[in-house]
């Protein structure tokens, strides 16, 4: 296992975390663990590999997540991803869409602890790497679980600790707990990511009770300060919106790690992005997949609004990326802007 500390991780979030967005984030911090969007078993199985599993060295560390609802898919998902040299791969048990619960993956799989010890031994038989866990700290199944399981509810502490209590037989190297409940009928993604309250004691109380096991905690935080209290109770932090819609966060982020780059700056920022958007623009990629990533770097400062306008994709379509952040770039410096 080779876990380093703290684990401060970018969470996996689909149509955001890819090739660029990551990119975007190695130009700011090359300590934080990276993931993957989610991507189920069977698309690595019967898909375009070098788009579903191809990144760039840079991106290390990074881990892979998977989706799975059997413990063959698991395997062959694992074994194909072995090519490609991932750091880690993590199980999304996390995840409450219909498309995924419907499909008997995601957060729904909590209440299958033992279907997901099969799942966590194949994903160990087929790789020596970092096998983790991504789940919430319980499930509300009502309407997509049948009826006949018994019950529905596995909201309480005690649920959370029976679901580990099995599978921790596999050894998973890593538990990242989203420390609220997903909610599988009535609420969309994006409410079970606000509406269901944020419960980090349960979270705090597992790594008590459990002090061997690795945790990591996931959930609405937003500043170095919540950062430092979590670590006073678990092993690591995990941090999806926050990087995303402010990523100088991760410039902060970087004092976790002393590599000298906390206090690096928007406009060395910009200076790495021109060679990697020239790179895309030799190669004939849409540099707009990059770009549109990076319309929070200015977030609430000065020049917001002159970047998001001077990114727009319109603007985009008319010049180059590289022109336009090399023009950008010249202005702040005359601060222009
Ligand atoms: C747009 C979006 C897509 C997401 N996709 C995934 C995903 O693919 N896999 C997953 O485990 N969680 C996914 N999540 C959940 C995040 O990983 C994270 O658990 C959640 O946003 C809570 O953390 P935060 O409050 O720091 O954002 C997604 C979240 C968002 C906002």
Request: some cysteine; charged content about 30%; glycine content about 6%.
């Amino acid at each position: 296992m080779k876990i380093k500390k703290p684990v401060i991780s970018a969470a996996p979030m689909v149509d955001k975390t890819d090739r660029y967005f990551r990119n975007f984030v190695r130009m700011i911090n090359k300590d934080v663990l990276l993931y993957t969007e989610m991507v189920t078993a069977q698309a690595i199985i019967h898909g375009d590999l070098e788009r579903i599993l191809g990144f760039d060295e840079i991106e290390h560390p990074i881990a892979l997540q998977i989706a799975a609802t059997t413990p063959e898919d698991a395997y062959k998902a694992v074994k194909i991803a072995e090519e490609y040299n991932y750091d880690e791969i993590n199980l999304n048990v996390g995840c409450p869409s219909d498309r995924v619960s419907g499909n008997m993956m995601g957060a729904c799989l909590m209440a299958y602890p033992e279907l997901v010890l099969d799942v966590l031994n194949a994903m160990k038989e087929a790789t020596k790497k970092t096998v983790t866990i991504k789940h919430r700290i319980g499930i509300d199944g009502k309407g997509i679980l049948p009826d006949n399981m018994g019950k529905t509810l596995f909201e309480k502490y005690e649920d959370m600790l029976n679901f580990v209590n099995i599978i921790e037989k596999a050894e998973p190297d890593r538990y990242t707990i989203h420390a609220r409940i997903a909610v599988l009928a009535g609420l969309d993604p994006k409410q079970n990511r606000e509406i269901p309250p944020l419960r980090y004691d349960e979270v705090y109380r597992l790594k008590a009770e459990k002090p061997h096991m690795q945790i990591e905690i996931n959930g609405g935080i937003k500043t170095k300060e919540d950062i430092e209290k979590h670590l006073e109770h678990v092993d690591g932090v995990m941090i999806g919106r926050e990087f995303y819609d402010n990523p100088m966060f991760l410039a902060e982020v970087n004092s976790f790690y002393n590599n000298g780059n906390e206090n690096i700056t928007r406009d060395e920022i910009l200076e790495k992005m021109i060679p990697y958007l020239e790179n895309l623009e030799r190669n004939g990629e849409r540099t707009h997949l990059f770009m549109r990533h990076t319309l929070g770097l200015f977030h609430n400062a000065k020049g917001s609004k002159y970047w998001k306008n001077s990114i727009s994709s319109q603007n985009l379509k008319n010049n180059k990326a590289s022109h336009i952040v090399r023009e950008i770039l010249k202005n702040i410096r005359k601060s222009e802007i």
